[in-house]
């Protein structure tokens, strides 16, 4: 079935067209929920909660761009939707200046992705969300603070400090390895 047929079923209340649609999709969508979940528990309901969205509002669907890009849009404001009636993105400082900026050594990319996804889901929640609005989904720092009803300076503020965190847990990390490697090598000498 194409995904022209399978969006028209599903608009007319198909089960089994709901269901391929998901089988289809779900992946990305976990994928998306995930970076901005503090854990897999909370990433499966904001998946459910994201197709649950999908299902009721694919009426509205005009077929106008991409569908993909459509259900990650209700998927990234749906998991935003929820952080907002919990209060987690509340403003802590709009305070914002260029030494906050924090940049990332290539050095350090050398930490393994599931690594890097861990220490993003370690940030508290108002850091996450603006560093993976920003750093992986590309949205400005505008857009952003449209998104979470803050300012701008804020969403800047937000985004350093959570690439300050993230940089001191790489260097720790690496920092471990090194310290790791060296009790290797000496007891090895010995």
Known sequence: MSLE?????????DRKAQSQLYSKYAAVLFGICLKY??????????LHDS?????????????EGSFEGWIKRITVNTVLQKYRKEKLLEVVSDNYTKEEVVEIQEKDATIPLQTLLKYIQELPDKYRTTFNLYVLDGYSHKEISNLLGTSE???KSNLARARMILKEKIETKTTEAIIGLLIIVLDNSL
């Open 5 to 13: 047929e399978l969006i028209h079923n599903c608009k007319k209340g």
């Open 37 to 46: 979940s503090r854990n897999k528990a909370e990433a499966e309901d904001s």
């Open 51 to 63: 197709f649950m969205t999908i299902f009721n509002k694919i009426a509205q669907y005009k077929s």
């Open 153 to 155: 300076g804020t969403s």
